[in-house]
């Protein structure tokens, strides 16, 4: 499982593809506080990259990866 | 066939094929359209993708082929020809071939890779191995994408480390461009990932990515929407980032970026040392082109000051740029001259004195003057875009007329003179002059930002409209829902089903009324029965609606075949399709299939003639063929008329009765219009010789037994030399048969009421045997009359009523009446049809069975092999 959910924190890692966007969204739906963690995260899809931007959790820790962290950090 | 997903795969695939099919001869009638060429793209590519998600490497190939074939054509590097069109309509068509293998058997045949491989080389090498084309295209490209980056985008959003590293790319001699790409709301349906292809793309340098609406409820929204825009920059030529966003280059735009656009210093502007001392000193380096020295106190400066600066920044741009001179010197000037004033750098040699120009000018023009000269300035801008030179040269015309009138009538003679000389250098080719003068002249004045508004309409690709429109159009898909046909035989057979079932209540209220003596259970069972029929009358109606398809269906296959044809046998034909959203029930679509396709091949073979032929008769080049369908009553109507040279009534009587088709005295007393029906007859041909086409013998009574088979009937109507319209007639639907039920030998049987003409009693007397058969006067016709107990073998004489009568049927057999002797006429039913099957198949006397309410079986009689049973 690409995501693991614990309490209000989810730890995204590897690959996050399509097929999580509606576990990711059902999560945030119900999470007041939510928190992401990156760190072992290689790449997501654009799916799930947007609902990082609608639901802004905070990222308690950056992607390892350098372009990736930048994506997550830049937006607007 | 038990994956559900290769099911879906074909039936999406033959909707594709089947628009390709559509876009590619549309192309070759009307000419290029962009539209219809990026449509013709995304179906390809969507296919190749949809085939690379299976095993299916050969498909998988010629479609890459043709995909590339069909990106050359659409960015005009190739321009679209008859050739191209038949290339790839083999190749559409080796696809479709292995379609219909995967779906029989479940892989590809041997022989079909072959030709898919084949094809695939073909294309390859007829059309994507010319470098002199590709170049050419390279070369076109930066012209047309000329667009103004600094316009559209505010360089300052990307962090400063970026910038550096761009302009330092720049500096080496790249090329920069800019990047926005706007992914379609679908593209996750497409299994394309945007954030993967951008993460990919060649030389990034910088990137960002935003939502491009708002969501102000998330818990309303679709997941599987895109929303997210994305920009970028890059280092790479345009050719390469062209073929990296080849399958989203709608959704792309590339803009040239100046490496001045993304110089911008920044931070805090009040503090730190005085710097006079370095700018003068700074000067002084670089008129002595000091170089080594001036780096070396840029470089000692940077330590000293704190990284937060715009001093610091400002030196930071000017340390890189060193390195670049003295090409760089102008922008190191302009960045020292920032300094002094603490104001952003000001590159470039225009814009400096308009600056000042701006307070002078401003008043001397009344705002709809510059209003006016803004208008012409857009409509300078597209000319751009404009190919035609007459066109450009008017348009041009017009703007200077206007600005001269608005100048003259403002008194400016010293502005007129001016522009009266500038608008002598400007031609089609070279307007920049002018606009430049606009600009400098008044560029300041206008309100620039309704200018940006106006001239680059396009670079707002993902304005909320056109969001909206996806947005509504995605739903308008969305509903429409495919389903396997068998599906819906099923829901049909079960709503038959349903209506037998409920056909015993009626039964069951007699039986409780006479049998059990309880009427008012009787009572509310029909009660019931009532609320149950209105129901299942509905549901009845709604199956027809759902199985009711248009005779687009059938008619979408005929411009292909038509153009195909034509070109074999040198004819130039032009297919006229009236009426093609005409509703049919699907089995009557499908069943129109073949005898049209019979039809049309007629026409184009013995119908219209060549072009040299029809132009000596005055007739134009090109001939006609019209398919036309229309509804009439309850059945649909379908018209092939062509304006060839029609019938030849008396030749065709010749031929007939050459071929023993006709007696001689039928030959002596047939009319015309018989004589054309006897095209009909079995075995009849008027083709000189046989052609790969028609002319086999085969062709017209192959349509008549078709249409006949399905309760339609075919008819054909002639002018010698001006035209031929044959008549196809079907009923809307043979769901649903209605039937009259009629009794013999204490059976019931079923005889179609489209075959029923009357129902009359004739008494003994009046059956009157001639030469052995038995007729009867009919109100002065004379009908031969059938005893259905004989045709049915059943040996009991037929029952008279009391007053000595026979119940007689009268019957409208291959449009003759038939009199068929019955013992009693029963009420009407609608019935549903069930055709035998396996040995009782062979049994044609009936058209099959129906079970009625009460649970018995009906049998269907045929008509007309009832009475063909009896000849025999």
């Known amino acids: 499982m690409p995501v693991e959910f614990k309490n209000n924190t989810a730890k995204l890692i590897d690959l996050v593809s399509i097929e999580d966007a509606d576990a990711l969204f059902n999560w945030f739906l119900e999470r007041k506080k939510p928190k992401v963690d990156l760190t072992e995260l290689c790449h997501i899809h654009t799916a799930c990259l947007q609902l990082l931007f609608v639901f802004k959790p905070e990222i308690i820790a950056h992607p390892e990866k350098e372009d990736l962290k930048y994506w997550l950090t830049t937006r607007q | ?872």
């Open chain 2, 1 to 872: 066939m038990s994956n559900p997903l290769i099911e879906q795969f074909i039936i999406e695939s033959r909707d594709y094929l089947q628009r390709i099919g559509e876009i590619l001869i549309v192309l070759e009638e009307n000419g290029e359209d962009k539209n219809l060429l990026n449509e013709l793209f995304r179906l390809v590519h969507t296919l190749k993708g949809n085939s690379g998600l299976f095993d299916f490497p050969s498909m998988t190939k010629l479609l890459h082929a043709s995909e590339d074939l069909m990106n050359l054509v659409r960015e005009g590097t190739i321009p679209y020809s008859s050739d191209i069109a038949d290339l790839l309509l083999e190749a559409m068509d080796i696809v479709s071939i292995i379609i219909d293998e995967i779906k029989d058997s479940g892989s590809i045949s041997h022989n079909s890779i072959q030709l898919a491989e084949k094809k695939a080389k073909e294309i390859k090498e007829k059309f994507l191995k010319s470098p002199e084309k590709r170049e050419q295209k390279i070369e076109e490209k930066p012209e047309k994408k000329e667009e103004i980056a600094e316009k559209i985008f505010d360089f300052s959003v990307i962090p400063e480390e970026f910038r550096i590293k761009a302009v330092k790319e720049a500096l080496k001699g790249k090329k920069i461009i800019l990047i926005q790409y706007g992914p379609e709301a679908e593209c996750f349906y497409k299994g394309e990932d945007p954030l993967y292809l951008v993460r990919n793309t060649p030389e990034l340098i910088w990137v960002r990515s935003y939502l491009r609406e708002e969501i102000p409820d998330p818990s309303l929204m679709d997941i599987y929407q895109c929303i997210t825009n994305f920009e970028l920059l890059s280092s790479a030529n345009k050719e390469e980032l062209s073929e990296h966003f080849k399958y989203v280059l709608d959704q792309v735009k590339f803009f040239d970026v100046e490496p001045t656009d993304l110089i911008i210093p920044e931070g805090e502007k009040n503090g730190g040392p005085v710097y006079e001392d370095f700018v003068s000193d700074a000067i002084k380096y670089l008129e002595e082109n000091n170089v080594q020295t001036f780096k070396n106190a840029v470089k000692s400066l940077i330590e000293l000051s704190s990284s937060e600066l715009y001093f610091t920044s400002v030196l930071r741009w000017i340390e890189l740029l060193i390195d670049y001179l003295p090409k760089t010197k102008n922008i190191i000037e302009a960045l020292l001259q920032s300094l002094e004033t603490m104001t952003p750098p000001k590159f470039g040699l225009e814009k400096e004195p308009t600056l000042p120009q701006k307070k002078e000018e401003k008043p001397e023009f009344p705002e709809e003057f510059l209003k006016i000269l803004n208008s012409q300035k857009i409509v300078l801008e597209k000319l751009k875009t404009i190919e035609n030179n007459i066109i450009k040269t008017n348009i041009l015309q017009s703007i200077i007329s206007s600005i001269e009138n608005g100048l003259m009538s403002l008194k400016k003679t010293e502005i007129l003179n001016e522009f009266q000389e500038l608008s002598q250098k400007t031609s089609p080719k070279d307007f920049k002059l002018l606009k430049k003068w606009i600009e400098t002249k008044f560029g300041f004045s206008l309100p620039s930002e309704k200018v940006d508004e106006t001239v680059s309409p396009e670079i707002t690709f993902t304005s909320t409209e056109s969001q909206e429109k996806e947005v509504s159009l995605s739903h308008t898909i969305s509903k429409v829902l495919k389903v396997d046909e068998t599906k819906i035989d099923r829901l049909m057979n079960l709503i038959g089903e349903f209506v037998v079932a409920k056909n015993s209540l009626p039964y069951l209220a007699q039986k409780a009324d006479n049998f059990y003596g309880i009427s008012e259970l009787s009572k509310e069972i029909k009660a019931q029965y009532s609320v149950l029929n209105r129901i299942s009358e509905e549901m009845q109606d709604a199956i027809m609606q759902i199985r009711m398809v248009p005779v687009s269906t059938v008619f979408q296959r005929f411009p292909r075949l038509v153009r195909d044809l034509s070109k074999k046998l040198n004819k130039k034909v032009k297919l006229v399709i009236e009426g093609e959203e005409t509703e049919a029930d699907k089995n009557v679509i499908e069943s129109l299939s073949d005898p049209l396709i019979h039809i049309i091949r007629n026409s184009l073979d013995h119908g219209i003639e060549t072009p040299e032929e029809r132009i000596s008769k005055g007739k134009p080049e090109t001939g006609t063929i019209i398919l036309k369908a229309k509804h009439e009553a309850d059945h649909v109507l379908i018209e092939v008329i062509d304006d060839g040279k029609g019938i030849d009534a008396e030749k065709i009587k010749l031929k007939a009765y050459q071929k023993g088709l006709i007696t001689e005295e039928q030959f002596e007393k047939m009319k015309e219009n018989e004589a054309i029906n006897l095209i009909f007859l079995p075995g009849f041909s008027t083709a000189e010789s046989a052609t790969d086409l028609s002319g086999r013998g085969v062709g017209m009574d192959v349509v008549r037994t078709a249409v006949e088979k399905f309760g339609g009937s075919v008819r054909v109507q002639s002018v010698i030399n001006k035209r031929t319209t044959i008549t196809l007639s079907l009923p809307l639907s043979m769901a649903v048969s209605h039937v009259m039920i009629i009794e013999s030998a204490k059976e019931k049987y079923g005889v179609p009421m489209e075959s029923v003409v009357e129902t009359v009693r004739i008494s003994k007397q009046k059956i009157k045997r001639v030469k052995g058969k038995m007729t009867t006067v009919l109100r002065n016709k004379i009908v031969p009359i059938f005893y259905l107990n004989d045709l049915l073998e059943i040996n009991k004489p037929h029952v008279i009523n009391e007053e000595g009568k026979y119940a007689l049927l009268v019957l409208s057999v291959k449009g003759e009446l038939t009199g068929v002797v019955v013992d009693k006429f029963h009420e009407t039913a609608d019935i549903i049809l069930k055709p035998f099957t396996g040995f009782l198949a062979n049994m044609k006397v009936f058209a099959g069975t129906a079970i009625m309410g009460d649970g018995s079986v009906l049998l269907i009689i045929n008509p007309k092999e009832l009475i063909n049973a009896s000849r025999i």
